[in-house]
């Protein structure tokens, strides 16, 4: 493994950490703040300074985590499932049935993800669950045409072929020889989409369509920071800071996954 | 105007600036005394660029309050009277003159010869009448609302070209201030006779006033140009004739960051809405801060008696009582911001003071709310039947940090097991659940008006009706201070007005809301009407 690879992994396991025992990172409670400390730089007492409420920002980030890194469990595995799903049925029944998914899948391909995200948490409402919902949506057309193009290339193997001559039902093929040897490129699309799928929920609580205030959540965090960008730098540029690192992180493993070389 | 000879100075001048902001150099503090000892004489002719946080809404006269609304139609319209922000005495505007009979239900004006709407109309008596009997009565058939500030409204008698009387069913004291308030702009009986999507439209608002409207990109910018036919300021304004500008942009920027940043690198001369952290920047760098009060119903939380949760006065006097008002002023905001000291600002007539009624005493809130039955559940949330002491607000966009405010204040009542649901500004959901009081217990709102009816406004279930209010004694009261006569009754039934929304704890008053804006130092003669509206009529540039 290389060092880049090493770095990601460790700064994944370590938000992850954050998401589950938020409390052994942090002292500070993320929603009640003391408001005579408000607006204090970065320093020893506050690593991360605090906001215009004075309340520990580290302590936000940490207890954020559980928020945005959820939410992307969500939206991947909707994407994931929901895709997947699709893309293997239009993939092995092929005629009429495929074309319909596909023409479907290229439909929403052709709308920009966030503007798809958007219309469904009209639909939805705002909240957390609902948000991670739309993003995984959103994200359903790329997993179900990378899972057909793969079940199209299994489908015409050898073995395949050998395992319906040998009398195995359809379901059967599919979920034992079909589905384990397609899934290696879709895993790798999974763990990037959840670096795009932190980015996107993001997105959509810097929007405020998120978590409701004063829960911390990681791009309402820097969303409420950015007006205090000109005398309190570090309320945005912080959480923003790992933000990028993160996405960064489940892109560089990623691209590690499937490769020989990492 | 100037030759070309001054050019490389301020060229030069400009760029030192823009150095000195990069290098975040000091001694900003000796501009505006630069500024000021170059006034001198004011100059014709220029455009101020004017930097609004909010898009406009509906331009209806009426609907005028909104500040976005406001600070356009300010510059379109003018009003019968001019209320002088200094003493609030009612001056003579348009009417040069009127009368009022003993128990104010007969009102007649004398108007000025010769003004005219910018569609070349005349300003007359009949024009006047059409404008009050819509909003004194509204119009169902062309969906328009009857305005706040007309009460017990009966008709009007055109008496002669420039005379119009109005008659009132019951003493309207009011009156006579309410025809100086921004929505009592005077429109042309084209634009009066339209129906309400229409009067909402800017291009349809045809009014007397010094600018007009020369361009509109909806929900960007608005262009006003001078009427250089213009004639009929109020007696009491310094300068007369023509507006000083030839034109005005007032370009949307909603965001903060943006309108401040703009101000100071000289991109705009004027910005309102200066959020209370950057109040500092901006004075930091030589430009002058206008603070300027709105001596109405102050910025607080309204608390709703439909609500299942607030219906019982306990746990809303609880709420009042765990609310430390002045925490939220000193953390949030400056010495701009005075800490509330009862529902009205204390430069409100009929305020007063309820300081003592309204101090932070978490003590005796928890004691309330125990015997209430209220109870601290496992996650320190209160409950009684299994309903959990959970309360929800929206954040409210016009208000200055409502956000922050909210969090804070919730921050708060955590402490005592009351939960605040927070709810974005933007939701979809806002629309339609901000009038059930089972979903939106709380409103987060002020109101500024210099009247004393501006209670009313706030409060009585035929106008804003902030706290979808079920109290008919509450609503009595109002009508009641709405139709004294005598001055020092009025003001008498509005301090017991305070009193009664105090004690029933319908609101927990935070701070006295300014208007706050950012002037460049090279722009002069800085004026506001009576609740902080822009007046750009005797503004110029040096």
């Known amino acids: ?262 | 105007m100037s030759s070309s000879a001054p050019r490389p100075v301020l060229a030069s001048l400009a760029v030192a600036a823009a150095t000195c902001l990069l290098s975040a150099c000091g001694g900003g503090g000796t501009a505006p005394a630069a500024g000021a000892a170059a006034a001198g004489k004011p100059v014709y002719g220029g455009t101020l660029t004017y930097l609004e946080h909010q898009a406009p809404t509906c331009l209806y006269l009426p609907a005028a309050g909104f500040y976005p609304n406001g600070g356009v139609l300010n510059q379109l319209t003018d009003k019968l009277t001019w209320q002088n922000p200094e003493t609030l005495k009612i001056e003579p505007w348009i009417a040069t003159s009127w009368e009022v009979n003993e128990d104010a239900t007969r009102y007649t004006f004398h108007l000025r010869d010769g003004v005219t709407f910018s569609d070349g109309t005349p300003l007359d008596a009949d024009a006047v009448a059409a404008n009050f009997d819509v909003y004194g009565k509204g119009d169902p058939k062309l969906k328009l609302p009857v305005a706040e500030f007309v009460n017990n409204y009966e008709r009007s008698e055109v008496v002669d070209k420039n005379t119009v009387r109005f008659h009132f069913s019951k003493p309207s004291p009011g009156f006579l201030q309410g025809t100086s308030v921004i929505g009592a702009g005077l429109v042309s009986k084209k634009t009066i006779s339209l129906p309400y999507e229409e009067q909402c439209q800017l291009k349809n608002v045809v009014g007397s006033g010094p600018f007009t409207v020369a361009k509109q990109v909806v929900d960007k910018e608005i262009d006003l140009a001078a009427r250089k036919d213009y004639d009929w300021a109020p007696k009491s304004s310094g300068h007369q004739g023509r507006a000083y500008l030839d034109q005005i942009k007032i370009i949307v920027t909603p965001e903060d960051n943006v309108r401040v940043g703009a101000l100071t690198s000289g991109q705009a001369d004027y910005v309102r809405y200066v959020q209370a952290y950057d109040e500092q920047t901006v004075k930091d760098a030589g430009f002058a801060i206008y603070a300027e009060p709105t001596r109405g119903v102050n910025n607080g939380l309204y608390l709703r008696p439909a609500n299942s949760i607030l219906k019982d006065v306990r746990v809303r006097r609880a709420l009042q009582k765990g609310t430390n008002a002045k925490e939220v002023v000193d953390t949030l905001f400056t010495p701009s911001y005075p800490v509330a000291t009862s529902v009205l600002s204390h430069l409100a007539q009929g305020y007063v003071d309820l300081s003592k009624e309204l101090a932070y005493d978490p003590g005796a809130a928890a004691k309330l709310l125990d015997e209430a039955g209220w109870v601290k559940g496992a996650d320190g949330v209160r409950e009684k039947d299994g309903v959990k002491l959970q309360l929800g607000v929206f954040v409210s966009g016009p208000q200055p940090l409502s956000k922050q405010t909210l969090e804070l204040v919730g921050q708060q009542w955590a402490k005592l097991g009351v939960k605040l649901e927070i709810r974005p500004a933007d939701a979809g959901t806002q629309a339609v659940d901000i009038k059930n009081a089972e979903k939106t217990a709380i409103a987060h709102s002020m109101v500024g008006r210099a009247d004393q009816d501006v209670i009313k406004s706030h409060f009585h279930t035929k106008n804003r009706d902030v706290i979808l209010s079920n109290d008919a004694k509450l609503d009595r009261l109002l009508e009641e201070e709405s139709a004294l006569p005598d001055e020092a009754a009025r003001n008498a039934k509005v301090a017991e007005i305070q009193r009664y929304v105090v004690d029933q704890a319908y609101a927990i008053p935070l701070f006295e809301e300014p208007q706050v804006y950012g002037v460049a130092p090279n722009v002069h003669g800085v004026a506001f009407e009576a609740v902080a509206r822009p007046s750009f009529y005797s503004v110029w540039k040096s």
């Open chain 1, 1 to 262: 493994m290389r060092p880049g690879l090493i770095l990601s992994w460790a700064l994944i396991v370590l938000v992850a950490l954050w998401a589950l025992v938020p409390g052994v990172f942090t002292g500070y409670d993320p929603i009640a703040g003391i408001p005579a400390e408000k607006l204090r730089a970065p320093g020893p007492g506050h690593l991360f300074g605090t906001d215009a409420v004075g309340r520990d920002l580290f302590a936000r980030v940490v207890h954020g985590a559980v928020n945005s890194l959820s939410g992307a469990f969500v939206a991947v595995a909707v994407g994931l499932v929901l895709g997947t799903l699709l893309g293997l049925v239009a993939g092995s029944v092929r005629g009429a049935l495929d074309e319909i998914v596909m023409r479907v899948v290229d439909v929403l391909l052709s709308v920009p993800g966030l503007l798809l995200a958007l219309t469904v948490i009209i639909l939805l409402g705002p909240g957390t669950v609902n948000v991670a919902v739309a993003v995984g949506v959103g994200s359903v057309a790329s997993f179900a045409r990378l899972a057909r193009s793969e079940v199209v290339r299994v489908r015409r193997t050898d073995y395949v072929e050998a395992a319906f001559g040998s009398g195995g039902r359809f379901a059967a093929v599919l979920w034992r020889h079909v589905l384990p040897n397609s899934l290696v490129p879709v895993v790798a699309l999974a763990a990037l989409q959840f670096g795009v799928a932190i980015l996107a929920i993001s997105t959509l609580g810097f929007l405020g369509y998120g978590a409701e205030p004063p829960t911390p959540e990681w791009g309402l965090l820097i969303s409420e920071g950015r007006n205090y960008l000109a005398t309190a730098w570090w309320l945005t540029t912080l959480p923003g800071t790992v933000v990028v690192a993160v996405v960064l992180a489940a892109s560089r493993i990623s691209r590690s996954i499937g490769r020989e070389d990492g």
